[in-house]
């Protein structure tokens, strides 16, 4: 029988199930832990954090979640990618190794880190080298936002995670790569896929796409028969048993919850998905509309026929800029008139900021309870129980958006009858932190690679 | 006949900056062509109008049973900066399933379609 590479998923975004990584090494035989923790923003939330403390900005979560799944490295030879390291892959790195010197067999541990990706102390070289950075909807100049940025980052490959396991590293802690890149590079390591098979490398990128998000492909917000997914408590998270030809099952451990079936793997292969003919990744770019996809027994879906194309010579950028403050409200009016006495909670909250001359760039108010997520879709029942009135505003005057915090709790007393659900306090102003989206060109960014023990 | 895409498909829904993607797949083979033929370009900027700002595009999946849909303009400003309760698009899926089409009776019977009464 061919080689078969188990490749588990243990967390599909920063904040994901704490159990889940021990759960997928203790559960059953796996050849590859991946962790996935960074969304579009993460970066700037790090970035934050290292500015406050240059240790920190990195996702600490990890370095917990390893204390479960150490001895499976150690031990087993389990070998782990992560994009844990933030904007800080050294700092997380050194925690990682602290954190195993308590551990049997730490000797063993050969943790790889890449960086490269951060482009932040790059910007300005890259401007003045002609790299405009330019917004990829509106095709504004970054340096139109300059001075607000708070973290640029290139979504590398899966060339230096490779590098590194090359290397011997039995943990690979990266900066921002793509998600797919953390599963894509041990496949190809293993299996030494040529950097220009497109087919097997687009094949891995799906297998990637299928799993980065943890449980949603294993019956984790599922809507297709929702009611009957089992044992959810318990739920499975997923694992790819791939083949040198780049096909692969799609699973989960036995007796763990959830359900693997087709319904539930297209919907994940769907989400968040543009031009299906074109996923683009720095490795190649796989044509989602060649996916084969069947049933392979109980909690198992056969994935294979997939084809790729080359890579475009650019990377995208992430960047994240301060743009002004926000802050969300929220009161709770109960029977009878719910929504009318929310709706004149709202007029008066309104006419209130009104008279106190401030300005807002935007006051957004919804009825949770009646339509707050489907607008005008969905009709509106004659008796609701409970409203909950929910209003945000945001601008560029914090004190603005201060005062307003302090307008939502007199309602209580100042406003309609009916009304609770304050005891929360004042609603928090918040740094809004905008999304820049870039291209750059690939000869710029230059990844390394570094190999740590204890 | 008036078929409700709740009762004929499911779908997952996803964010991309100030972009909702919603992936919307048919609960049989044979209502595949169904969607294709009826939910349009059109028809699904016709049922978001007074929800999103921006245009809509349509991609075809064939091999997943599946079509999906950019929603531009569809979350306020994006994930981050939005003051809405949904600010990644996770529930546009359903509000996708709220669209209600028009199949012609013979058409409709012959892909046993679940006619949708109010």
Redesign the interface.
């Given at each position: 029988m061919s080689r078969i590479v188990r490749i588990a998923a243990g967390q599909g975004f920063w904040g994901d199930w704490l159990e889940a990584p021990r759960r997928q090494v203790e559960g059953g035989p796996i050849d590859y832990l991946m962790l996935d923790y960074l969304a579009?923003?993460t970066m700037s939330i790090l970035q934050k954090q290292m500015q406050r403390d240059p240790l920190a900005g990195y996702a600490r979560d990890f370095i917990t979640q390893m204390e479960g799944v150490l001895p499976a490295v150690v031990d087993r030879g389990v070998r782990v990618t992560a994009n844990a390291g933030g904007v800080n892959p050294r700092g997380c790195a050194d925690a990682l190794l602290e954190m195993a010197r308590g551990v049997a067999h730490h000797d063993r541990l050969r943790v790889g880190v890449v960086t490269g990706d951060d482009l932040l102390p790059r910007i300005d070289e890259l401007i003045a080298a002609g790299h405009e950075l330019a917004h990829m909807?509106t095709g504004a100049p970054l340096s139109s936002v300059r001075d607000r940025v708070l973290s640029a980052n290139a979504y590398v490959g899966a060339g230096p995670i490779m590098e590194a396991l090359a290397r011997g590293a039995n943990v690979v802690v990266t900066g921002r790569c793509t998600d797919t890149a953390l599963i894509l590079a041990p496949l190809m390591h293993e299996f030494q896929w040529p950097a220009n098979d497109w087919d097997r490398l687009a094949s891995g990128i799906v297998a990637g796409h299928i799993i980065e998000c943890g449980a949603q492909s294993t019956g984790g917000?599922c809507?297709?028969d929702w009611s009957t997914i089992p044992d959810l408590e318990n739920i499975g998270f997923p694992i790819v048993e791939v083949a040198e030809d780049g096909s692969f099952v799609v699973t989960k451990h036995p007796g763990t919850g959830g359900r693997v079936d087709v319904?539930g793997v297209?919907?994940?292969?769907?989400?968040?998905?543009?031009?299906?003919?074109e996923y683009i990744t720095p490795d190649v770019i796989a044509d989602?509309?060649?996916?084969?996809?069947a049933a392979d027994g109980k909690d198992r879906v056969r994935v294979f026929g997939v084809h790729g194309a080359p890579p475009t010579d650019m990377l995208k950028v992430s960047i994240a800029y301060r743009?002004g403050f926000?802050a969300?409200g929220t009161l709770v009016y109960a029977w009878p008139d719910a929504l009318a006495k929310a709706k004149e909670a709202d007029r008066i909250i309104r006419a209130r900021l009104a008279n106190l001359g401030l300005t807002f760039d935007?006051i957004?108010t919804?009825y949770?309870g009646a339509t707050?997520?489907?607008?005008?879709?969905?009709t509106i029942p004659d008796e609701l129980p409970e409203v909950q009135l929910?209003i945000?505003?945001?601008g560029n005057d914090r004190k603005a958006i201060e005062r307003f915090t302090r307008e939502i709790a007199p309602l209580v007393l100042t406003g309609p009858p009916g009304v609770t659900g304050y005891a929360g306090g004042r609603p928090k102003v918040e740094e809004?932190?905008?999304?820049w989206?870039a291209l750059v060109s690939k000869n710029v960014i230059r990844p390394s690679v570094s190999i740590l023990t204890t | 006949m008036k078929i409700r895409l709740l009762d004929i498909a499911?779908?997952?829904?996803?964010?991309?900056?100030?972009t909702a993607?919603v992936?919307?797949?048919a609960?049989r083979d044979e209502w595949y062509p169904i969607l294709v033929r009826y939910v349009t370009r059109e028809r699904v900027a016709e049922?978001?109008s007074?929800?999103i700002k921006g245009s809509v595009e349509r991609?075809?999946?064939?091999?997943?049973?599946?079509l999906?849909f950019?929603l531009h303009g569809a979350l306020?400003?994006?994930?981050?900066?939005t003051?809405?309760?949904?600010a990644q698009a996770?529930?546009y899926?359903?509000?996708m399933l709220?669209l209600v089409i028009d199949v012609p009776d013979a058409e409709a019977r012959a892909a046993g379609l679940p006619e949708y009464r109010t």
């Open positions: 579009e923003v909807e917000n809507a297709y319904h297209t919907e994940q292969l769907v989400y968040e998905m543009g031009d299906p003919k989602f509309t060649t996916i084969r996809i743009d926000k969300v935007l957004h919804e949770v707050a997520t489907h607008g005008p879709l969905a929910r945000g505003v945001r809004v932190v905008a999304y989206p | 499911h779908a997952r829904s996803g964010d991309k900056g100030d993607n992936g919307l797949i609960l049922h978001f007074k929800v991609f075809e999946l064939p091999n997943l049973l599946a999906n950019l306020g400003g994006g994930g981050t900066v003051l809405r309760t949904d996770k529930v899926s359903t509000a709220r």
